[in-house]
């Protein structure tokens, strides 16, 4: 069984940062690409930033030059440095692995964590 744990999020004040922390553990082959995901209440589930295995990064306009994405591959774990956070950042963040299981070494998918609570409070 593979699981996607979340941690670091929280309540802060707008312009304060944050670093949530996503580890994958279980019976894991390979992980290709890992990121974050957000969504609002109300709202539809974003992109905010992804990684592959090679460390090459993208991410949301809105975020650029304010948060930093990066993994340890050794720790099977991905990271969000928020920085400079706003009002609008305010969300459950959910970590996104597309992954290699043992039991199905003919295949990725892609798995998700239980999300996180981000509140940036004005």
């Known amino acids: 069984q593979v699981q996607l744990v979340e941690s670091g999020g929280g309540l802060v004040q707008a312009g304060g940062s944050l670093r949530l922390s996503c580890a994958a553990s279980?019976?894991?082959?390979?992980?290709?690409?890992m990121g974050w995901y957000r969504q609002a209440p109300g709202k539809q589930r974003e992109l905010v930033a992804t990684?592959?295995?090679?460390?090459?990064?993208n991410y949301a306009d809105s975020v650029k030059g304010r948060f930093t994405i990066s993994r340890d591959n050794a720790k099977n774990t991905v990271y969000l440095q928020m920085n400079s956070l706003k009002p609008e950042d305010t969300a459950v963040y959910y970590c996104n692995a597309d992954l290699v299981r043992i039991a199905t070494m003919w295949g990725s998918f892609d798995y998700w964590g239980q999300g996180t609570q981000v509140t940036a409070s004005s």
């Open positions: 990684i592959t295995s090679g460390g090459s990064t």
């Open positions: 279980g019976s894991i082959f390979r992980i290709n690409a």
